[in-house]
């Protein structure tokens, strides 16, 4: 079996009709968890959030009666350049980030995968955020968060959620007995923007 975040997505035409047949021909199961995984205190973001050494304060942007977005809070301010290393060595990947104000990081919004919405951003500020996190955005994205001096770190959408798949995978093999969790490595490819 295969345990992934999202299905093959309706945007890449035809992806997954050819996945489903490459599962069938392997024999292989394909199980994916979204929104929950999102949303629970192991998922996407609890998980990313954690190995920053980040405390929890808020789940945020709410979407059909879960959440998939965080707030999270250092006990100590930081220095953003400090911060963007501390993502790039847990990511394994660099990341996009701009600095539009001078203050010291304490407070972080999150969305991982794709927050790339002005809406999603928005939520953030409202909710007093130093940075936010995410692994996508467009034109609009980084115009926000200029005009409204938050800084802004995109890492990609793969890899701002990996977190959570290892987690859920790791809960699997604590309750199914021999089981053999192999983590399926993917091309890093360059932070979106």
Not at 64 to 90: D, M, P
Not at 105 to 128: H, M, P, Q, S
Not at 153 to 175: D, R, Y
């Amino acid at each position: 079996m295969m345990v992934t975040h999202h299905d093959a997505w309706d945007e890449i035409y035809g992806l997954r009709e050819a996945c489903i047949e490459k599962l069938a021909e392997y024999g292989i199961s394909h199980y994916y968890n979204h929104l929950p995984l999102d949303d629970c205190n192991f998922g996407t973001n609890d998980s990313l959030l954690k190995k920053l050494n980040l405390e929890i304060v808020k789940r945020t942007h709410e979407w059909e009666g879960l959440y998939f977005g965080r707030v999270a809070e250092y006990k100590r301010e930081i220095e953003f350049s400090e911060f963007v290393r501390n993502i790039e060595n847990l990511l394994e990947e660099p990341v996009k980030s701009w600095q539009f104000n001078d203050k010291k990081l304490k407070r972080v919004g999150l969305v991982c995968g794709n927050g790339g919405t002005t809406a999603c951003l928005k939520e953030v500020v409202e909710n007093d955020c130093n940075v936010y996190i995410t692994g996508e955005c467009n034109l609009y994205t980084i115009q926000y968060a200029k005009f409204k001096g938050i800084n802004l770190i995109i890492g990609s959408h793969t890899f701002t959620e990996v977190f959570g798949i290892e987690s859920l995978a790791m809960k699997l093999k604590e309750k199914i007995e021999g089981l053999e969790v192999v983590k399926l490595n993917e091309e890093h490819y360059e932070a979106n923007i």
